[in-house]
C-alpha cells in the first residue's frame, strides 16, 4: 500500500517537475513580453484627458511591476532547487487541468483575433504594444499547457494515428483538387481561351462595310477580350487594348479615325454616350464618331473628333465624365450627348431614378469590400437590393416614364449651363431603339419577342417616355430625337435591344451631320 500511495505521488508530480524544468524558459518569454511593451508604453505621448492620462500612468505602472515580478521570476527559475520548484508551481499545474487549459487557450486566441480584426487603426500606439504582449502570454500559456500535459497529449497521439493520417490524407487531396483547380483557372485566363469561347458562342449577328470585313464570330472573339476598369468619380472606362478592330487607349478612350485635314491643336468635336457610342459591334472607322469625322471633312469642315463614350453609361456619368475634361483643360469646340435607352434600363432594372446600370452589383462589391478588411471572410458572393439602403440624396424611388424623363431633362440642363461657362456647343441626341422599328427583319422580332417575355412593361415605359419628351422639350433647339430612325428600314439594323450595326453608325453619323454643321457655323 505504501508503494502504491508513492507512485500516485510520483505520477501527480511527473506534471509539476516538466513544468519546473521548462519554468526558465517561459519566464525568459514572458520577459521578452513585458519589457519591450513597458519601453513601448513609455514613449507615449500624455493624453490630453486627465482621465486617459491617469489610465495611462496606471498601465505603465502595472507593466513596470509585471516586468519586475517577471525578472523576479527568472531568477527564482535559476536558483531554486527543481524540487523546492515544483512544489511552488504545484498550484498552477493543478489549475491548468486539461479542460480548462484548452478553454483558457482558446479564449486567448479568440481575444488575438478580436484584436486583430475590431482594432486594426484605433491608437496603434497603445493598441499594437498590447496585442504585442497578449499574443506572447498566448504563446506562453501554450509552451506552458504543452510542458504540463506532454505524456498525455503524446498518448493521443498514438492512439487517434490512424484517424489523423485519415484526415491529412484528405485534406491533402482536397488542397491538391483546389491547387488544380486554380492552375487550370490561371491557364485559362493566361490563354485567352475563356474570352475567345464567349465570343465565339456570341451569335448575335453583324454585317460589315467593306470588302475585308471579318466574320460576326472573329469580331465577337475580339470584343469579348476588352476589360473596364476603375475611374473616379463615374465608376469605369473600357481598359487599354490593342486588336486588330478594337483599340482603346491608355486613357480608357476608343479610336476614333481622324480627318487627315484636320487641325490637331483645333477643339475637337466630342462625343459622349454609352456602348452604342463607344461602338459596340463596329470596327474603329465605322463607329459613331469616326463616321461624322469621315462626314464632316467630306462637306469641308474638318476637326479633330474625340469618342469619350463608355460601355453602359447614363447621362450622369457622361455630365462627369465631361465636367472632369473641362477641369483638365479640355473643353471642346462642340459636346454631343448621345442616349436615352441606359437611363431608361437603369430606372427599369432598380426601381429608381438616378442610378447607374447594375447598381446594386456595385453596391454589393463595396459592402463585400468593407466586411473582408474588416476580416470577416464571405464564403459566397454578396447580394445587397437598393432598397436596403436610402439614396434619397441622389435617386427617386419611381421609375416612371415621367420621372425618367424630367430626370434626364434635368442633366441636360445642368450639361447647358456647364456648356454656357466654357463656351461649348452641345447637342443632345435621343437614340434610336428598336421599340420603334416597324419594318423588323426575322431576327428583330425575336429580340422585341424576347424583350417583351424578359422584360414586361419596358418597351411601353420607353414608348410614354419618348412621347413624354417629344411633347414636353421637343421643339428645343439643341435636341435630337432620332427614337424613329430606322422604323421604315426594311434590313436588320439592329442585333440586339439597342445596338446596330455599322451601316446603322452611318445612318446616325448623316442624320448628325446637318445639325453638326449649323452648330459648327454659329460657334
Given at each position: 500500500?505504501?508503494?502504491?500511495?508513492?507512485?500516485?505521488?510520483?505520477?501527480?508530480?511527473?506534471?509539476?517537475?516538466?513544468?519546473?524544468?521548462?519554468?526558465?524558459?517561459?519566464?525568459?518569454?514572458?520577459?521578452?513580453?513585458?519589457?519591450?511593451?513597458?519601453?513601448?508604453?513609455?514613449?507615449?505621448?500624455?493624453?490630453?484627458?486627465?482621465?486617459?492620462?491617469?489610465?495611462?500612468?496606471?498601465?505603465?505602472?502595472?507593466?513596470?511591476?509585471?516586468?519586475?515580478?517577471?525578472?523576479?521570476?527568472?531568477?527564482?527559475?535559476?536558483?531554486?532547487?527543481?524540487?523546492?520548484?515544483?512544489?511552488?508551481?504545484?498550484?498552477?499545474?493543478?489549475?491548468?487541468?486539461?479542460?480548462?487549459?484548452?478553454?483558457?487557450?482558446?479564449?486567448?486566441?479568440?481575444?488575438?483575433?478580436?484584436?486583430?480584426?475590431?482594432?486594426?487603426?484605433?491608437?496603434?500606439?497603445?493598441?499594437?504594444?498590447?496585442?504585442?504582449?497578449?499574443?506572447?502570454?498566448?504563446?506562453?500559456?501554450?509552451?506552458?499547457?504543452?510542458?504540463?500535459?506532454?505524456?498525455?497529449?503524446?498518448?493521443?497521439?498514438?492512439?487517434?494515428?490512424?484517424?489523423?493520417?485519415?484526415?491529412?490524407?484528405?485534406?491533402?487531396?482536397?488542397?491538391?483538387?483546389?491547387?488544380?483547380?486554380?492552375?487550370?483557372?490561371?491557364?485559362?485566363?493566361?490563354?485567352?481561351?475563356?474570352?475567345?469561347?464567349?465570343?465565339?458562342?456570341?451569335?448575335?449577328?453583324?454585317?460589315?462595310?467593306?470588302?475585308?470585313?471579318?466574320?460576326?464570330?472573329?469580331?465577337?472573339?475580339?470584343?469579348?477580350?476588352?476589360r473596364v476598369r476603375w475611374l473616379p468619380y463615374s465608376y469605369w472606362v473600357v481598359d487599354a487594348f490593342q486588336g486588330q478592330h478594337i483599340r482603346v487607349s491608355a486613357e480608357g478612350l476608343r479610336h476614333t479615325v481622324q480627318p487627315a485635314n484636320a487641325d490637331p491643336q483645333a477643339r475637337p468635336l466630342a462625343f459622349f454616350g454609352g456602348s452604342t457610342m463607344w461602338?459596340?459591334?463596329?470596327?474603329?472607322?465605322?463607329?459613331?464618331?469616326?463616321?461624322?469625322?469621315?462626314?464632316?471633312?467630306?462637306?469641308?469642315?474638318?476637326?479633330?473628333?474625340?469618342?469619350?463614350?463608355?460601355?453602359?453609361?447614363?447621362?450622369?456619368?457622361?455630365?462627369?465624365?465631361?465636367?472632369?475634361?473641362?477641369?483638365?483643360?479640355?473643353?471642346?469646340?462642340?459636346?454631343?450627348?448621345?442616349?436615352?435607352?441606359?437611363?431608361?434600363?437603369?430606372?427599369?432594372?432598380?426601381?429608381?431614378?438616378?442610378?447607374?446600370?447594375?447598381?446594386?452589383?456595385?453596391?454589393?462589391?463595396?459592402?463585400?469590400?468593407?466586411?473582408?478588411?474588416?476580416?470577416?471572410?464571405?464564403?459566397?458572393?454578396?447580394?445587397?437590393?437598393?432598397?436596403?439602403?436610402?439614396?434619397?440624396?441622389?435617386?427617386?424611388?419611381?421609375?416612371?416614364?415621367?420621372?425618367?424623363?424630367?430626370?434626364?431633362?434635368?442633366?441636360?440642363?445642368?450639361?447647358?449651363?456647364?456648356?454656357?461657362?466654357?463656351?461649348?456647343?452641345?447637342?443632345?441626341?435621343?437614340?434610336?431603339?428598336?421599340?420603334?422599328?416597324?419594318?423588323?427583319?426575322?431576327?428583330?422580332?425575336?429580340?422585341?419577342?424576347?424583350?417583351?417575355?424578359?422584360?414586361?412593361?419596358?418597351?411601353?415605359?420607353?414608348?410614354?417616355?419618348?412621347?413624354?419628351?417629344?411633347?414636353?422639350?421637343?421643339?428645343?433647339?439643341?435636341?435630337?430625337?432620332?427614337?424613329?430612325?430606322?422604323?421604315?428600314?426594311?434590313?436588320?439594323?439592329?442585333?440586339?435591344?439597342?445596338?446596330?450595326?455599322?451601316?446603322g453608325n452611318l445612318a446616325v453619323a448623316q442624320a448628325l451631320l446637318p445639325r453638326l454643321l449649323a452648330l459648327l457655323s454659329t460657334s
Amino acid at each position: 500500500m505504501g508503494m502504491g500511495m508513492e507512485m500516485d505521488e510520483k505520477a501527480q508530480s511527473a506534471p509539476e517537475q516538466a513544468l519546473a524544468r521548462d519554468a526558465f524558459g517561459l519566464a525568459l518569454l514572458g520577459l521578452l513580453a513585458h519589457v519591450p511593451t513597458t519601453l513601448a508604453l513609455a514613449t507615449v505621448p500624455t493624453s490630453p484627458s486627465t482621465t486617459f492620462a491617469l489610465l495611462q500612468n496606471l498601465s505603465l505602472l502595472a507593466f513596470a511591476l509585471l516586468t519586475l515580478a517577471n525578472s523576479v521570476l527568472c531568477v527564482a527559475a535559476l536558483r531554486l532547487p527543481s524540487e523546492r520548484l515544483a512544489r511552488a508551481l504545484r498550484p498552477i499545474a493543478r489549475l491548468l487541468r486539461p479542460g480548462l487549459s484548452a478553454a483558457l487557450l482558446l479564449l486567448a486566441l479568440a481575444v488575438n483575433l478580436l484584436a486583430l480584426v475590431a482594432l486594426p487603426d484605433i491608437a496603434p500606439l497603445i493598441v499594437a504594444p498590447l496585442r504585442f504582449w497578449w499574443a506572447m502570454l498566448t504563446v506562453i500559456l501554450a509552451l506552458a499547457s504543452f510542458s504540463l500535459h506532454r505524456q498525455r497529449l503524446a498518448d493521443w497521439w498514438s492512439s487517434t494515428q490512424p484517424t489523423w493520417a485519415i484526415l491529412g490524407l484528405s485534406t491533402w487531396t482536397v488542397l491538391a483538387f483546389m491547387l488544380l483547380a486554380l492552375l487550370s483557372h490561371i491557364a485559362v485566363r493566361a490563354s485567352g481561351l475563356n474570352d475567345r469561347l464567349r465570343g465565339a458562342l456570341d451569335y448575335r449577328p453583324l454585317s460589315f462595310v467593306g470588302e475585308d470585313a471579318p466574320s460576326p464570330q472573329a469580331f465577337w472573339i475580339e470584343q469579348s477580350q476588352t476589360r473596364v476598369r476603375w475611374l473616379p468619380y463615374s465608376y469605369w472606362v473600357v481598359d487599354a487594348f490593342q486588336g486588330q478592330h478594337i483599340r482603346v487607349s491608355a486613357e480608357g478612350l476608343r479610336h476614333t479615325v481622324q480627318p487627315a485635314n484636320a487641325d490637331p491643336q483645333a477643339r475637337p468635336l466630342a462625343f459622349f454616350g454609352g456602348s452604342t457610342m463607344w461602338g459596340e459591334g463596329a470596327r474603329d472607322p465605322y463607329t459613331i464618331p469616326s463616321q461624322v469625322a469621315a462626314l464632316l471633312s467630306e462637306a469641308g469642315r474638318p476637326l479633330p473628333v474625340i469618342n469619350y463614350g463608355q460601355t453602359g453609361y447614363v447621362l450622369m456619368q457622361d455630365c462627369l465624365l465631361f465636367q472632369a475634361q473641362l477641369l483638365q483643360g479640355r473643353a471642346p469646340r462642340l459636346a454631343v450627348f448621345y442616349g436615352g435607352f441606359n437611363d431608361l434600363l437603369a430606372a427599369y432594372g432598380s426601381g429608381a431614378v438616378g442610378v447607374t446600370m447594375q447598381e446594386s452589383e456595385r453596391l454589393s462589391d463595396s459592402e463585400a469590400g468593407r466586411l473582408l478588411r474588416g476580416g470577416q471572410p464571405l464564403l459566397r458572393p454578396l447580394h445587397l437590393p437598393l432598397d436596403t439602403f436610402n439614396l434619397s440624396l441622389v435617386a427617386q424611388t419611381n421609375s416612371s416614364a415621367e420621372a425618367i424623363v424630367e430626370r434626364w431633362w434635368a442633366i441636360t440642363e445642368l450639361l447647358r449651363a456647364l456648356c454656357a461657362a466654357y463656351e461649348v456647343r452641345c447637342l443632345f441626341v435621343w437614340q434610336p431603339s428598336i421599340a420603334f422599328k416597324q419594318r423588323l427583319s426575322d431576327y428583330e422580332q425575336a429580340v422585341v419577342e424576347r424583350m417583351d417575355a424578359d422584360m414586361p412593361g419596358f418597351r411601353q415605359r420607353y414608348l410614354e417616355a419618348d412621347a413624354l419628351l417629344r411633347a414636353r422639350y421637343g421643339r428645343a433647339d439643341d435636341l435630337l430625337i432620332l427614337s424613329n430612325l430606322f422604323a421604315d428600314t426594311a434590313d436588320s439594323i439592329f442585333f440586339d435591344l439597342i445596338h446596330i450595326t455599322e451601316q446603322g453608325n452611318l445612318a446616325v453619323a448623316q442624320a448628325l451631320l446637318p445639325r453638326l454643321l449649323a452648330l459648327l457655323s454659329t460657334s
